[in-house]
């Protein structure tokens, strides 16, 4: 059975705050700059651990 918009859109949504709690949890960085990163990068885990990492120092 295929998801519908809404059920899709509960997933992105959660998979976006899984995003923003692992990199606070990593880096030390807060929620806003963890979402801000994703605003401005995208979902790339890689891309968003680095720049986390240089933002947090």
């Known amino acids: ?3 519908n918009d809404q ?3 509960e997933r ?3 998979q976006k705050d899984f995003r923003v709690q692992f990199l ?3 880096t030390g ?3 806003a700059q963890a979402r801000d990163l ?3 990068l995208g979902d ?3 891309s968003l651990l680095r ?3 240089l933002l947090a120092k």
Do not use: C, F
Request: charged letters at 40%.
């Open 12 to 14: 992105v949504q959660a």
């Open 51 to 53: 720049e986390a990492r």
């Open 24 to 26: 606070v949890r990593e």
């Open 7 to 9: 059920e899709r859109a």
């Open 29 to 31: 960085i807060t929620e």
């Open 44 to 46: 790339s885990p890689n």
């Open 38 to 40: 994703i605003k401005m």
């Open 1 to 3: 059975m295929a998801e």
